[in-house]
C-alpha cells in the first residue's frame, strides 16, 4: 500500500524539523526554523511505497550534501528498510567517475555529463545516462575581511582578483563597486582543488560574462595557478576562508554557514543571494542542453538574459542517474528515492532544511515523466 499525500504531508512535515536540526546544528546556511510544507495546485505529487528495502549507494556534489541529508530523513520516515548512502566527499567529478565505472547507483553532479562521458555512460547504461535537475542553488563569493561585513563587487573585479590581476584589498576597482576604500591588505584567494561542478558553474559564469578578463577555459577544475589556496570540496574552501584573512572563495551558498558573502553588482545594481533572486535567473536564463540521451534535462544558462532582479551565479545540480539499470529492484529503489527528491515536497525538504530554492513545477514535471521511463 501507498501512502496517501496528506499521509506523507504529516510524515516529512514531522521529520523536517528533525533534519533542519541537524543541519543547523553543523552550521550550514540553513533557515532558523521550519514550516510545515503546503500542498498547492502546482504541485507535483509523489507517494513513496514504505515496502521497499534495499541499499542506494551514490555520492558526488558535495553543494547537495545539506539536501541529501534532509532528503534521506525524510524519506526514510516512510521508506524505512531503504538505506541512502550518499559520499559527499567525491566532489562531483569523483562522483561521476565512480557512477560511470559502476560503483554508484547515481551520481551527483553540479554539471551534467560532457560529451566523452555521456558516450562512456552507454558502456553501462546502454541507451546512455540522463542528468535530471535535482537542486537549485547559487555559488556565493565568501571572504573574511578584517573589520568589513558587506561587500559588493561587479563581475569584471571578481573576474580580476580571481585571476591575481587584483591583488590587494585597497585596489581602486574594489573601492569603486564599494563607494569606499577597504583597509589595505592583501588578497588571498581559495579555490577548490578536486574537480568540482561548484568551480564548473562559476568559471562558466566568468568565461561567459567576463571574456576579456578571464581569459581560462571553464570547466570543473580550477585552472589558475600561483597564490591561490586549493582546498578539497566546498566545505575545504569555507574552513580556508574562515581561518585566512584577507580571503576570498566560492562555495554553493547552503554550505557557507557563518560567513560573509559578497552582493554582485550587475549594471550597478547589488544583487545578494537569494532563493527568489536564482529562482528567476533560471526562469529568463535556463535553456534547454540535452545531451541526446531520450529523457535527458541538461541546462545551461544564457547569460546575456541576466537582470537587475537575478542572482548572476547560478547552481543547477543533477543526479546523475541510467536510462536502463541491470537490476529492475535497484532501478525501483532509485526511482522512488529521486521521485521523492523531485517532488514539490521534496525540494520543499530541501528548501526548508538547506537553504536552496525549488525547482520550477515544469522541470519537476519532466523529471518525473523521466523517471517513469528509466527500466
Known amino acids: 500500500m501507498k501512502l496517501t499525500r496528506i499521509a506523507q504531508l504529516g510524515a516529512i512535515a514531522a521529520v523536517a524539523a528533525l533534519a533542519l536540526t541537524g543541519c543547523a546544528s553543523s552550521g550550514s546556511n540553513t533557515p532558523a526554523e521550519s514550516a510545515s510544507p503546503t500542498a498547492t495546485s502546482s504541485d507535483v505529487a509523489f507517494q513513496i511505497d514504505p515496502s521497499l528495502s534495499g541499499t542506494i549507494t551514490a555520492g558526488g556534489s558535495s553543494a547537495q550534501s545539506n539536501a541529501q541529508q534532509a532528503w534521506t530523513t525524510a524519506y526514510n520516515a516512510t521508506a524505512k528498510n531503504v538505506k541512502i548512502n550518499y559520499d559527499k566527499s567525491q566532489g562531483s567529478g569523483g562522483g561521476v567517475t565512480n557512477f560511470l565505472s559502476g560503483a554508484y547507483d547515481f551520481a551527483g553532479s553540479d554539471s551534467p555529463l560532457n560529451a566523452d562521458q555521456t558516450a562512456q555512460s552507454k558502456a553501462l547504461c546502454t541507451d546512455g545516462a540522463v542528468n535530471i535537475p535535482i537542486y537549485l542553488d547559487g555559488v556565493a563569493i565568501v571572504f573574511n575581511i578584517p573589520g568589513v561585513t558587506k561587500l559588493q563587487l561587479s563581475g569584471e573585479t571578481i573576474a580580476k582578483i580571481?585571476?591575481?590581476?587584483?591583488?590587494?584589498?585597497?585596489?581602486?576597482?574594489?573601492?569603486?563597486?564599494?563607494?569606499?576604500?577597504?583597509?589595505?591588505?592583501?588578497?588571498?584567494?581559495?579555490?577548490?582543488?578536486?574537480?568540482?561542478?561548484?568551480?564548473?558553474?562559476?568559471?562558466?559564469?566568468?568565461?561567459?560574462?567576463?571574456?576579456?578578463?578571464?581569459?581560462?577555459?571553464?570547466?570543473?577544475?580550477?585552472?589558475?595557478?600561483?597564490?591561490?589556496?586549493?582546498?578539497?570540496?566546498?566545505?575545504?574552501?569555507?574552513?580556508?576562508?574562515?581561518?585566512?584573512?584577507?580571503?576570498?572563495?566560492?562555495?554553493?551558498?547552503?554550505?557557507?554557514?557563518?560567513?560573509?558573502?559578497?552582493?554582485?553588482?550587475t549594471n550597478g545594481t547589488a544583487?545578494?543571494?537569494?532563493?527568489?533572486?536564482?529562482?528567476?535567473?533560471?526562469?529568463?536564463?535556463?535553456?534547454?542542453?540535452?545531451?541526446?540521451?531520450?529523457?535527458?534535462?541538461?541546462?545551461?544558462?544564457?547569460?546575456?538574459?541576466?537582470?537587475?532582479?537575478?542572482?548572476?551565479?547560478?547552481?543547477?545540480?543533477?543526479?546523475?542517474?541510467?536510462?536502463?539499470?541491470k537490476d529492475a529492484k535497484q532501478a525501483e529503489l532509485v526511482k522512488s528515492y529521486l521521485g521523492f527528491v523531485t517532488s514539490s515536497l521534496g525540494q520543499s525538504v530541501a528548501e526548508k532544511n538547506a537553504g536552496s530554492a525549488p525547482l520550477p513545477a515544469s522541470v519537476l514535471a519532466a523529471a518525473a515523466k523521466t523517471l517513469a521511463a528509466i527500466k
Open 271 to 325: 544583487i545578494a543571494f537569494s532563493g527568489d533572486a536564482v529562482s528567476k535567473t533560471f526562469d529568463v536564463a535556463a535553456v534547454e542542453a540535452s545531451n541526446g540521451v531520450p529523457g535527458d534535462l541538461s541546462k545551461k544558462f544564457d547569460y546575456s538574459k541576466l537582470t537587475a532582479d537575478t542572482y548572476p551565479i547560478p547552481l543547477v545540480s543533477y543526479a546523475v542517474i541510467c536510462s536502463t539499470f
Open 162 to 265: 580571481f585571476a591575481l590581476q587584483i591583488t590587494d584589498w585597497s585596489d581602486p576597482a574594489i573601492t569603486k563597486d564599494n563607494g569606499t576604500a577597504l583597509p589595505a591588505g592583501a588578497i588571498t584567494t581559495v579555490a577548490r582543488s578536486d574537480g568540482s561542478g561548484t568551480t564548473q558553474n562559476f568559471t562558466n559564469y566568468l568565461a561567459a560574462t567576463q571574456s576579456s578578463v578571464w581569459t581560462f577555459p571553464a570547466g570543473k577544475d580550477w585552472p589558475v595557478q600561483g597564490n591561490v589556496s586549493k582546498q578539497k570540496g566546498g566545505s575545504g574552501v569555507v574552513e580556508a576562508v574562515k581561518a585566512g584573512s584577507g580571503t576570498i572563495g566560492y562555495a554553493d551558498h547552503s554550505a557557507i554557514g557563518s560567513l560573509n558573502a559578497a552582493s554582485i553588482l
